[in-house]
């Protein structure tokens, strides 16, 4: 009975906060089976953290102390990192708040392992020591890779394109926390509180500031996109930007490529209006039904993007909405 309530106090809390930033979003913009691909990950990188602390130590040479304040943490969130990365590189975060709830979902794996390591490691520890290691190790570890995320994501909306670098500031500031909250600066029991004191304060405001920038998105980007698709339809745009732009290089291009770029227009601008669709649907509580045809055009897009080519998708480029949010956007067809 001990043993289970150990669990519970150790394991619990930091699936109860996850499960909480999820209520909060209200557009939903991360589906069950991606939070827990990143509870995975995070998993995962906690097995790996395991290894190279068992192996790293004794090479060093270090007593537990010392590597436990300088070394564990940048070991640790370097692997926790990892994932962050790649969620940025394959365009999966659309905002500050689903890249702090990703953040918090790996952090999450991580703890619910390495809890249950010191749980069969440390069977006759003090009750007291489950509430520390549930409420401020665990959420330590989500807080420390949620804003590694958000500082990260912020860091990337002023780019076109996410770069390796854009992650080193985030990644920083999570090994100070970590690393300050093992020298133990404090009481135990003090910075267990602080932590759950401020991180939930902190992620509120993220979100609130997140929803406001959705909202902003969703109103400026669907005038857009609705605009780009009447013009298509009606067959006027050679008198648009895209519609001129076209004609200064039709000359390097086939008539059948430009008519494969104008049929990628129309349907980029048909999913990106979708896409922002589902999001307003959800916002307003609803969740839509699958569409059966998203397959088929997400594969006529495939195929006009083969047919047009590399130097055809970079002459359209201007036109085509390939920013991280853009891309993002279609994610979120391909989940729904």
Same mark, same amino acid.
């Given at each position: 009975?001990?043993?289970?309530?150990?669990?519970?106090?150790?394991?619990?809390?930091?699936?109860?906060?996850?499960?909480?930033?999820?209520?909060?979003?209200?557009?939903?913009?991360?589906?069950?089976?991606?939070?827990?691909?990143?509870?995975?990950?995070?998993?995962?990188?906690? &097995?790996? *953290?395991? @290894?190279?602390? !068992?192996?790293?130590? +004794? #090479? $060093?040479?270090?007593?537990?102390?010392?590597? %436990?304040?300088?070394?564990?943490?940048?070991?640790?969130?370097?692997?926790?990192?990892?994932?962050?990365?790649?969620?940025?590189?394959?365009?999966?975060?659309?905002?500050?708040?689903?890249?702090?709830?990703?953040?918090?979902?790996?952090?999450?794996?991580?703890?619910?392992?390495?809890?249950?390591?010191?749980?069969?490691?440390?069977?006759?520890?003090?009750?007291?020591?489950?509430?520390?290691?549930?409420?401020?190790?665990?959420?330590?570890?989500?807080?420390?890779?949620?804003?590694?995320?958000?500082?990260?994501?912020?860091?990337?909306?002023?780019?076109?394109?996410?770069?390796?670098?854009?992650?080193?500031?985030?990644?920083?500031?999570?090994?100070?926390?970590?690393?300050?909250?093992?020298?133990?600066?404090?009481?135990? &029991?003090? *910075?267990? @509180?602080?932590? !759950?004191?401020?991180? +939930? #304060? $902190?992620?509120?405001?993220?979100?609130?500031? %997140?929803?406001?920038?959705?909202?902003?998105?969703?109103?400026?980007?669907?005038?857009?996109?609705?605009?780009?698709?009447?013009?298509?339809?009606?067959?006027?745009?050679?008198?648009?930007?895209?519609?001129?732009?076209?004609?200064?290089?039709?000359?390097?291009?086939?008539?059948?490529?430009?008519?494969?770029?104008?049929?990628?227009?129309?349907?980029?601008?048909?999913?990106?209006?979708?896409?922002?669709?589902?999001?307003?649907?959800?916002?307003?509580?609803?969740?839509?039904?699958?569409?059966?045809?998203?397959?088929?055009?997400?594969?006529?897009?495939?195929?006009?993007?083969?047919?047009?080519?590399?130097?055809?998708?970079?002459?359209?480029?201007?036109?085509?909405?390939?920013?991280?949010?853009?891309?993002?956007?279609?994610?979120?067809?391909?989940?729904?």
């Amino acid at each position: 009975m001990t043993a289970v309530l150990a669990i519970a106090v150790s394991v619990l809390p930091v699936f109860l906060f996850l499960g909480a930033l999820v209520l909060l979003d209200s557009y939903k913009l991360v589906s069950l089976r991606a939070i827990l691909l990143s509870v995975a990950a995070g998993m995962a990188a906690g &097995l790996a *953290a395991w @290894a190279a602390n !068992v192996w790293l130590r +004794p #090479a $060093l040479g270090l007593d537990w102390d010392g590597y %436990s304040r300088y070394v564990a943490p940048v070991v640790e969130e370097s692997l926790k990192a990892a994932f962050v990365v790649w969620l940025l590189r394959r365009n999966r975060l659309g905002f500050v708040v689903d890249a702090a709830i990703h953040g918090f979902g790996i952090g999450t794996g991580f703890a619910f392992l390495e809890n249950l390591y010191y749980l069969q490691a440390n069977p006759g520890a003090a009750f007291w020591t489950w509430i520390v290691r549930g409420l401020g190790t665990a959420i330590m570890h989500g807080g420390a890779t949620s804003i590694l995320a958000m500082v990260a994501k912020s860091l990337q909306g002023r780019t076109d394109a996410f770069r390796l670098r854009l992650a080193l500031p985030g990644l920083v500031v999570a090994v100070v926390l970590h690393s300050l909250y093992n020298h133990f600066l404090i009481e135990p &029991l003090l *910075a267990t @509180a602080l932590i !759950v004191l401020v991180f +939930p #304060a $902190l992620s509120v405001a993220v979100f609130q500031q %997140s929803e406001r920038d959705t909202r902003a998105w969703l109103g400026t980007g669907f005038d857009t996109d609705q605009e780009l698709l009447r013009v298509v339809h009606a067959g006027q745009v050679s008198g648009t930007p895209a519609g001129r732009y076209l004609r200064t290089v039709r000359s390097r291009f086939s008539a059948e490529v430009i008519v494969d770029m104008m049929c990628l227009l129309r349907l980029r601008a048909e999913l990106a209006i979708k896409a922002k669709g589902v999001l307003m649907m959800r916002e307003a509580g609803f969740e839509p039904a699958p569409d059966p045809t998203l397959k088929e055009r997400f594969g006529e897009m495939r195929y006009l993007e083969k047919s047009i080519g590399k130097t055809g998708l970079l002459a359209l480029d201007p036109f085509l909405h390939t920013g991280t949010r853009d891309l993002w956007q279609l994610n979120v067809l391909n989940e729904t």
